[in-house]
């Protein structure tokens, strides 16, 4: 059993128990250089889709055609802001971001090549429109911070099983933060938020 245990010490390094079930997917945290300015490059969401008119980074659900997560931040961000793959520059896997409600997002974080924000054609269908933030805005001011708490409401089975009384009913979990950013009016929050305020966190104590 020990060379097992080895084997599989060395094959499931890095593994995320229970991405299984989760909802999995790739975000690629973009940034550009114009007139030598770093702007991380959003996406405020189509009205008729799913979250729509909420900030976020190109990206989207792995499918099971991608060879890996990193493949569909690339193949999500080819197709959200209309540039071609060869402009991408992916420097590497950020991290992994979990939520309570069962999503895994890969993070991965570079440049896309361009000169001029009309060298992007954003997909309509997904995106309403480009936001570009110069980075220093989110270097130079700190975003509001709120805390809310979810709630675990069981089902009929779980009652039925022996298990302690107290959890027959809905029971809260920890609370966590929400970080907002309020950039020209436009409110960058939720998963987005924080991943961006861990990547500047980060960023600074380079």
Known sequence: MKEKFLKLAKESKGK????E??????????FCKIDNVDYLILEKRAPNIRQGGEISFPGGKVERED?????????????????????IEVYGKYGVLTNPLGIVVHCYFGYINIKSFDELNPEHSEV??????PLEYFMNNEPRVEEIQVENVPNGNIRNMNIPEKYHSPWKIATRKLYFYNYKEEIIWGMTGGIIYDFVSSLKKL
């Open 16 to 19: 995320i128990i229970g991405c």
């Open 21 to 30: 079930t989760a909802i999995e997917s790739a975000v690629f945290i973009c």
């Open 67 to 87: 060879k890996s997560p990193m493949d569909t931040a690339v193949r999500e961000t080819v197709e959200e802001l209309g540039i071609r793959s060869d402009k």
């Open 128 to 133: 309403e429109r480009v936001i570009s933030v």
